[in-house]
Every structure is written in C-alpha cells, then in structure tokens.
C-alpha cells in the first residue's frame, strides 16, 4: 500500500544541536515534496518544497533534501532553538495533481 | 492579508444534528482544500476546489459529507446526520499557482 512515515517518536534534542527529521515513502514517485510546522491548536504553517530534481534546498536554518532513489526525505535544523518546538509534517503530491498524501508528523522539542 | 479564515472555531453537536463549516480563503488565491485531522490519521484531504469547481472529492467519507464553494470567497463543507466518528479538527487551505498550501485556524468538531 501508499504511505508515508515519518519519526513516530518524539525527538528530543538540546538548544544550539542539529535537529534531524526523517521522511520516508514507498510506492508514490512525487514531483516534489513539501515541509510544515504545526503548533498546538493551530494549522499547519508552509516550510520548505523540494522537486524531484533537487537534491538540496536551503532556507536560514532549515536544509531539507530529497532522494528520490532512496525514496526520503531529510530535514534539518541547524543551530536548534526553544521556539523551533512543534510537529512538522512532509507531505508529498500523488500525481499530476493539487492532492498531497502527508505523514502523521514528527515532534520535536528543543530543550534550553 | 488576513490569512484563511474558519468559522466556527469549535463546534459540539449532537450525533444526528447537522453541522455546517465555513472557510473564507486568502483573496486571489485559485485553490481551496478541506481537511480532517486526527490523531490516528493525521491530515486526510477530503476534497479540493480550483476556480470554485470540485476536482478531486474522493476523500469525502461518504454521503453525509457534501461541500460546496459558490463563489471564489466563501467554502462551506456540510456534514449531515452527524456521526461521534465525525469529531476532528476541519482545516480549510487555499493556495495559488504555486504548490505550498495556507491553512486556516482550523474547526474543532465534537458530536456526542
């Protein structure tokens, strides 16, 4: 069957580390792959969106890559704050459409 | 901008009544999407909307489930009898040409 996974378990890191989320798909064949941050009681705030012919894109502290041989998706915090604690989600398009099929999302604390 | 709006934030019913949804996206934007989210399934797309006309609806659950867009600023989505299975968060997204999704505040349904 189609899915996506992401970490089912919560990741806990300390201030000022790498945070480093996974995704991870099987049977799709994306054109491109999206990153949201969602907080508590709030919808999902857009990221970052890779193509399948990018194997890098970078935003501040944010880099997310993409292997599409693989079939996953990387994405990381540098420099990791308090503030950057939420779940963030990856979603990816389903075919030559609008639709996005998304992970259960990651959550991530960055302790002081 | 005022971003996606949702009304009405949070909404407890009783199972059988009727409850309708109602999403004002972001001016300009072409695209409108209905989400449901929940802890177990996490973000499920029910339906999408490009130039007010439905284009994929094969996420709506079933028949209870209907949602219209009449003009390029106002969505609603309808859930008629209402069900416990129904309670969710509804989130309403709208984008515009490019890929990345705005979403609203979100609706939090209870059905008792």
């Known amino acids: 069957s189609q899915k996506i996974e992401q970490n089912s378990e919560a990741l806990n890191i300390q201030e000022g580390k790498t945070a480093t989320l996974t995704c991870n798909y099987t049977?799709?064949?994306?054109?491109?792959l999206q990153w949201y941050r969602q907080d508590p009681g709030r919808g999902p705030v857009f990221l970052l969106l890779?193509?399948?012919n990018e194997k890098e894109k970078r935003k501040e502290r944010l880099k997310v890559t993409f292997d599409t041989t693989l079939k996953q998706s990387l994405f990381h915090i540098t420099a990791s704050q308090p503030a950057d604690s939420a779940t963030y989600l990856c979603?990816?398009?389903?075919?030559?459409?609008?639709?996005?099929?998304w992970g259960l999302g990651t959550s991530l604390a960055v302790n002081p | 901008d005022a971003g996606v709006i949702q009304s009405p934030r949070h909404e407890v019913t009783e199972m059988g009544q009727e409850v309708t949804l109602r999403c004002k996206p972001i001016?300009?934007?072409?695209?409108l999407f209905w989400y449901r989210q929940t802890m177990m399934r996490g973000l499920e797309l029910l339906i999408y909307?490009?130039?007010?006309?439905?284009?994929?609806d094969s996420g709506m659950p079933e028949d209870r489930f209907s949602a219209k867009m009449p003009n390029a600023s106002f969505s609603t989505l309808k859930i008629q009898p209402s069900e416990p299975r129904d309670s969710a968060v509804y989130f309403c997204?709208?984008?515009?040409?490019?890929?990345?999704?705005?979403f609203g505040p979100g609706t939090r349904l209870t059905v008792t």
């Open positions: 997204a709208s984008s515009r040409g490019q890929r990345e999704q705005y």
């Open positions: 001016s300009g934007h072409d695209y």
């Open positions: 909307f490009n130039n007010n006309v439905p284009i994929d």
């Open positions: 049977n799709y064949s994306p054109a491109y």
């Open positions: 890779i193509r399948e």
């Open positions: 979603a990816l398009n389903a075919g030559n459409n609008r639709k996005l099929i």
